[in-house]
């Protein structure tokens, strides 16, 4: 027994029997044929004099027990649904890049407004997804009246605008021949005041189709005052203003550029920030809560848990967080591969984020996350 404590001192139970034959009792002594490869077991109790004062584990022993103690929860009123509409098509079409995510019809979309409002989830933002010939070097089709966002923002409106909240996402990337979030100087760079004043007329035309609240997602200085001037003036005071005001030069949003046909030609660090920036994000966020923003989000989300948490300390107005095409891709492309429970994965995100301090989150799974939780 060589190099291995006394059994007494390990506070050790009866064991099985060695090669030889011989056995160590409860008391410690060793029967006499005990064999040099003989077995120690522990006893089934602390050794002796060693007290936990405290359990935690009592709080995890059942179902019952940890549904009651849970510190996070969220509930489906917290979730809002990005949703596309494409201009040209008859049929909702799936985004390769996104299994499951389609780009819709105006018609379609309206249905899908349906499923969403009895699912109980607690928002709507839509996307648009001009034709190309609708696309110019300004992204004019962004404020048209007739334009596939205003269109779709309508027929949902139309569908559900008394039953959740329709938003819309205001800018310009969609609709410019470049795929850039503005016009564009002379040198290549986006003009931020003329992107600002396109946003502002964008902003008052998505008001005017139903939206309840919109998104400035360009970040561009000086949005987020320009847009509630114009709101204000234009008489929709009541539009709530939902500013995209920490959002990340993120590698994750490809799929997403996929699912609204953006042809980006460079990147867009110029006007995104940096991922390596955590005090800058706050920067931006109150910022935009001085210009009149009566939410704030952090975008992407899953990444940026530090920054949503600072965030969320600090703003006096509701948090929103978005789980971007690339954390939905991720988490899809896993399960399809068998390498994650799909379900779990789903739900601990989600509560990952709303741990961290968001109210409100943007995600791909909200119809399906609150149809889980009824």
């Not at 060589?2 to 034959?21: E, F, I, Q």
């Not at 996307?127 to 949902?156: C, H, M, Y």
Request: net charge negative; proline share 6%.
């Amino acid at each position: 027994m060589t190099g291995l404590p006394h059994a007494a001192n390990l506070g050790v139970g009866p064991t099985t029997p060695s090669a030889t034959g011989g056995r160590h009792t409860g008391t410690g002594e060793a029967e006499t044929k005990a064999g040099a490869n003989e077995k120690v077991v522990p006893a089934r109790k602390l050794p002796h004099g060693l007290t936990p004062f405290v359990r935690p584990r009592r709080l995890r022993t059942s179902v019952a027990m940890r549904r009651l103690v849970t510190e996070t929860r969220w509930s489906p009123e917290q979730l809002i649904l990005p949703v596309f509409v494409r201009d040209g098509i008859t049929e909702p079409v799936e985004i390769p890049s996104m299994p499951g995510q389609y780009q819709h019809t105006p018609e379609s979309l309206a249905k899908l407004g349906r499923e969403a409002a009895d699912a109980g989830i607690g928002g709507m933002i839509v996307f648009g997804v001009p034709t190309d010939a609708d696309k110019d070097e300004i992204g004019s089709a962004a404020w048209d009246p007739d334009g596939i966002q205003n269109r779709g923002i309508a027929a949902l409106a139309a569908e559900v605008g008394d039953q959740l909240v329709v938003m819309a996402d205001t800018c310009l990337d969609e609709t410019t021949s470049h795929g850039h979030c503005g016009p564009l100087r002379p040198d290549g760079a986006v003009d931020n005041d003329w992107a600002v004043s396109c946003y502002a007329a964008t902003a008052v035309s998505q008001a005017r189709a139903g939206a309840a609240a919109v998104g400035p997602s360009g970040m561009m200085d000086g949005q987020v005052a320009a847009i509630r001037a114009a709101l204000d003036q234009a008489g929709y005071s009541d539009v709530a203003i939902m500013a995209y005001s920490a959002k990340y030069a993120s590698g994750l949003f490809g799929p997403f550029r996929d699912a609204v046909g953006c042809a980006l030609k460079g990147d867009r660090r110029t006007y995104q920030q940096d991922p390596a920036n955590r005090r800058e994000g706050m920067r931006e966020t109150l910022l935009d809560i001085e210009e009149g923003a009566d939410m704030v989000m952090v975008k992407p989300a899953s990444f940026y848990l530090d920054v949503l948490s600072d965030v969320a300390a600090a703003a006096p107005v509701p948090v929103a967080a978005y789980q971007v095409s690339g954390e939905y891709a991720m988490i899809e492309a896993a399960a399809a591969n068998g390498w994650i429970d799909r379900s779990r994965v789903i739900d601990e995100s989600l509560t990952s984020i709303v741990r961290a301090g968001a109210d409100i989150v943007l995600t791909y799974y909200a119809i399906e996350a609150a149809q889980g939780l009824a």
